[in-house]
């Protein structure tokens, strides 16, 4: 079985459906109120889970009834939560998502999250050097994600980095990432306004840039989405992060690897909330073979 480790954010999701966004000093009435356990990290803890790989969770939760339902929820998809902290005094992460329009807006308050520190990487040291790869986002400190690069680095642990929310980092801690997934916004944001042949170039490792209902691209190649019903896309490009984690870590081609976690994008997408879509491998398999 693969060994994945995810440092990263945890977080509880507010999920308000609507028939429209509010406009400024605007009032709604929205259809639906629901509550699911999320974060960027956990969300791609268990998309990785449910495709079958052996995944530890690295985070902070907070001593509230949030942090207590994080993890249980963690523990129930067969995440391995020994290394996920709880903090007296802190609240738990909360993501307060807007459902509308065929689309998602989010506000993240970071709480706990902000907890992840260089120690608590130290003591998750050996898990990720005997991980085939780690996960992380831009939900915890940013000095924390070049401390885990550097980690990584002498471990000799691929590191594979979703830099949400778009934030900029030194150029001496990209260089130590082994793939790096923005999306467009996010890669205007770290690589300027160069083309996307001359941002490729640029990066070291392995850059690809999710482009939604058009798909993956990286280099020359455009791997295509999947064409489905979209409820939801909040946690799709979690389930794509998790899933091609998975596919990486089990020596699948750089290729093969998008088109899995694209696959289990387009099924993450038809249901409602991050993880509650999130499939199973024999669902990704048939979606696969069609």
């Known amino acids: ?56 969770m690295v985070g902070c939760v907070g001593d509230d009834a949030y942090g207590e339902m994080i993890v249980a929820n963690l523990a129930s998809q067969q995440v391995d939560t020994s290394l996920v902290k709880r903090f007296t005094n802190q609240t738990s992460g909360t993501a307060h998502i807007t459902v509308a329009e065929g689309d998602n807006s989010i506000i993240v308050i970071k709480g706990a999250n902000d907890c992840v520190s260089a120690s608590l990487i130290e003591e998750a040291r050996a898990t990720i050097a005997a991980s085939d790869i ?44 082994s793939y790096l997934t923005p999306n ?5 944001l770290i690589f300027g306004q160069q083309s996307r042949a001359d941002s490729f170039g640029a990066f070291p490792g392995e850059l690809l840039i999710t482009l939604g209902a058009d798909g993956v ?6 791997v295509p989405a999947f064409k489905v019903a979209v409820t939801d ?58």
């Open 1 to 56: 079985m693969t060994k994945i480790t995810v440092v990263g954010s945890l977080s509880m999701d507010l999920v308000v459906s609507a028939s429209k966004r509010p406009l400024a000093g605007e009032t709604v009435i929205g259809t639906n109120l629901s509550l699911f356990p999320g974060g960027k990290g956990a969300n791609q803890a268990v998309a990785a889970a449910r495709l079958g790989a052996d995944v530890t």
């Open 134 to 177: 780690v996960l992380t986002q831009y939900e915890i400190p940013l000095p924390m994600i070049a401390y885990l690069a550097d980690v990584c680095e002498s471990e000799g642990t691929p590191l594979l980095v979703n830099p949400a929310p778009a934030a900029t980092v030194a150029p001496e801690t990209l260089a130590k990432f």
């Open 184 to 188: 467009e916004s996010e890669a205007a």
């Open 217 to 222: 691209c990286f280099k020359e190649t455009t």
């Open 233 to 290: 896309t909040t946690g799709a490009g979690d389930t794509f992060n998790g899933a091609f984690a998975v596919g990486l870590a089990e020596g699948q081609s750089l290729a093969e690897a998008v088109r899995f976690g694209n696959a289990a994008a387009a099924l993450s997408v038809q249901k409602l909330g991050a993880q509650s879509g999130m499939p199973t491998r024999a669902a990704v398999e048939e979606l696969l073979a069609k």
